[in-house]
């Protein structure tokens, strides 16, 4: 007998003298199960959604015990193992996730279940609380006040000096972002920060010449 087949038998061995007991697996999809109801509570007090989707943090808790329970099936047998390796890796997921953090809490779930199947339930309660606290504390850092977008028509084709000038007793730091002229007619827009964005408006529509001031927020990237 080669090396080969001495290697090939103690694999095999190795695979089939594991023997998951009731007590096993009902020892683990408990404290899963436990982890999971954590998971579920901690995703429904942190997500700021407008709408908050019930569904998908169903799924994250039943997500945790469907991989715990894979992982203990493949632990049985050398065959049953194999078979779970080839039939998920033809399942596709086409759901689009648009929150990077239901990413992370999609991770964290199966992560769970991962290591809640291979019977590290320590390792497991560690890297939940490690993860809370590393959400919850850079959930708290200060994030810096996103810039809003000065909208101005005016009907003096040089009036943006006074314009100007207004925006430079609210702020230090501008940008003109869009400038046209057209015939008797002046569309100028300025990326600011602003404190008093009630007294910038009120001051820029009281200059001559002004038929519409606005001020606009936008959703894009805080830049510092």
Not at 122 to 141: F, G, K, P, Q
Request: proline fraction near 1%; aromatic fraction near 8%.
């Amino acid at each position: 007998m080669g090396f080969q087949d001495v290697f090939k038998r103690s694999f095999l061995e190795g695979f089939s003298g594991m023997d998951i007991t009731t007590g096993k697996i009902a020892a683990t999809l408990a404290v899963t199960t436990l982890l999971a109801l954590y998971v579920f509570l901690i995703y429904r007090l942190m997500t700021r959604k407008v709408f908050y989707s019930k569904s998908f943090n169903i799924s994250l808790a039943a997500l945790s015990m469907i991989t715990a329970a894979i992982i203990l099936a493949m632990q049985s047998n050398l065959v049953i193992s194999l078979g779970m390796v080839g039939a998920l890796s033809i399942i596709r997921f086409r759901t689009a996730i648009k929150d990077p953090m239901d990413l992370v809490f999609l991770f964290w779930s199966i992560s769970i279940g991962i290591i809640c199947g291979a019977g590290l339930f320590e390792v497991a309660l560690v890297t939940s609380v490690a993860v809370t606290i590393c959400i919850l504390v850079l959930d708290l850092l200060p994030v810096a006040k996103a810039p809003v977008m000065l909208v101005v028509n005016s009907s003096k084709m040089d009036g943006e000096e006074e314009i100007l000038e207004v925006v430079k007793r609210y702020t230090k730091s501008y940008k003109v972002k869009s400038r046209n002229l057209s015939k008797e007619r002046l569309d100028l827009v300025v990326e600011l920060r602003v404190k008093e964005e009630s007294g910038l408006v009120t001051d820029v529509a009281a200059l001559s010449g002004m038929l519409s001031a606005s001020l606009i927020a936008h959703d894009g990237e805080v830049t510092f």
